[in-house]
């Protein structure tokens, strides 16, 4: 169940209904912080509050519903793993490192769970994974750059409404100079035009060249342009990769994990080194010869694909991610009739870490949601 966010003429966040409707707000309110940057008390209050503040605001009533949607649920989602990744330190202090990158992927399961549409889901997911970023962006080096890489994966005026009423929803020593940080970035954004749209790079290979090196320029000449084509799949297991190469690209020679792990007798949830090294010497064999192939594995983790996407650009390929989507039910069906299909436990893991592509990533993206 989503609750729609509050609308005219009241504006009202009732906290009550949504700790009803979500059973993991619970664990927000067992979750403490720490009192020098969150006095106000528990995730739980936090999260109350900075909703309340989200609503108060004229630029984020004035969003059209759907962006208002996005905001809200990335509003509402921004700390949800910080029960997860909260840590007391031996001097006292409570840390929760990594909690914006984990709450991306927390909240993709549960938004895909409750069937919120793609493009929704993947922009909240985006906002919550950065939603720290206009604290300290302006006192970074390479900010402009930072802000139109950005400005590739989410709406930098829908981050700065979430930074905002993240600042706002707090009692701490240094909020005045949150507030003022994501003023700052707004600024940023604005004088460069990435505020509600993309950069315009010249070109994909431009856009993916700067994903792969933060330090570089976005004007800077993207030269020479890839040759050849290298379709590297991404999504959970029975979600149709095999089905889509079947019927857009039947000729296309495959590196399949899949095969892989049966030829050397690796189990889908054991170690996958072997596999993962034997499909790199594979792919080498194409790439060498600049010939088109198609990379079949599930591809999940970011981390994971910088590897195969680095190799490809060391060759001079151009790449296309097809990301493959279906719902839980679907899912289940499909690896249920499977011959041989991925324990249950093992998607589940799969889940945990479920990081979808973003335009940085490739050339080209394609999204199938079946």
Known sequence: MVIPPPGPPQWQ???????????????????PQDPQWHAEGDVGIHTEMVLCALVELPSYRALPPQQRWIVWLAA??????????????PDGRITSRGHSSAGAIQARGLLWRL?????????VCALIRHHQV?????????????????SQVLRCDHLALVALSDAQGRHAVD???????????????????????????????????CGLDSARDPLAPALPEPSFTVTVMSGLPASGKDTWLRTHEPDLPQVCLDDLRVALGVAPGGNQ?????????????????????????????????????????????RVRIVCTEASPGELEARNGSRADPVPRRVIQRMIQGWEVPTPLEAHERVVVVS
């Open 273 to 317: 080194g072997r596999v993962i090294q034997a499909a790199k010497e594979q792919a080498r064999i194409y790439l060498r010869a600049q010939t088109p192939f198609a990379w079949n594995a599930t591809n999940l983790s970011a981390r994971r694909r910088a590897s195969i996407l680095g190799l490809c650009h060391d060759y001079g390929a």
């Open 134 to 150: 206009p604290f300290f962006l302006i006192d970074r080096d390479g900010a402009r750059g930072r802000a139109i890489r950005l």
């Open 115 to 123: 069937g919120v549409p793609f493009e929704v889901r993947e922009a």
């Open 76 to 89: 509402l989602l921004h700390d949800v793993a910080k029960p997860r990744v909260t840590r007391t330190d």
């Open 175 to 209: 909020k005045q100079r949150l507030i003022d940080n994501v003023e700052l970035f707004n600024l940023l954004c604005e004088e460069h035009g990435v505020s509600s749209r993309p950069w315009p790079f010249a070109s994909d290979h431009a856009r993916v060249l």
């Open 13 to 31: 966040v009732s906290w009550p209904k949504l700790r009803a409707a979500w059973p993991w707000i619970e664990a927000l309110h067992a979750c």
